[in-house]
């Protein structure tokens, strides 16, 4: 399934990920290279929002709950 919308809100909250944030909030749940995955999804899943976002608008992407 294609990802078309997301919540602005927890667009930002990805946007402020770290490599620390991710670390503490998981904490030995998963390995290092498990928690890099997870910070790679999210690149992935911002560049994927902006980009589409630049080209059909803000409002048809972006979405306030």
Request: proline letters at 0%; aromatic letters at 4%.
């Amino acid at each position: 399934a294609e990802l078309m919308r997301i919540d602005r809100g927890l667009l930002a909250r990805l946007k402020v990920l770290t490599e620390d944030s991710v670390a503490k909030a998981v904490a030995d749940a998963l390995h290092e290279s498990e928690r890099e995955a997870v910070l790679q999804r999210r690149d992935r899943i911002v560049k994927l929002f902006e980009e589409r976002a630049a080209k059909v608008g803000d409002a048809a992407v972006y979405v306030d709950f």
